[in-house]
């Protein structure tokens, strides 16, 4: 559903006349009562923990600008490769 609803949401966007915008993701992971950030990287494979404020909100999480439908689909592969759950699905 994501990538369909990002794509028509790009599309409408493309189609306004004399608007400028900006689109951006990011992608964290709650697992065992962590958080952490998909798109960012350390340099050794390890996941980046995400600090939350006071607020409950993730704190300068690394992101991605979305201009095409590519972005879209390299944003979710980011995403896929990173996260907890994909990881132990492809190592069975």
């Not at 600008?65 to 990881?87: A, P």
Request: net charge negative.
């Amino acid at each position: 559903m994501f990538p369909r609803a990002a794509s028509q949401a790009l599309s409408e966007l493309n189609a306004m006349a004399n608007v400028s915008w900006t689109l951006s993701d990011s992608a964290v992971e709650f697992y065992m009562f962590q958080a952490f950030d998909l798109l960012a990287e350390d340099g050794g494979g390890m996941k980046v923990p995400v600090l939350i404020g006071k607020d409950h909100t993730p704190i300068g999480c690394e992101h991605l600008f979305v201009k095409t439908d590519q972005d879209i689909v390299k944003l979710l592969n980011l995403v896929n490769e990173r996260s907890t759950t994909s990881r132990d699905r492809h190592e069975r």
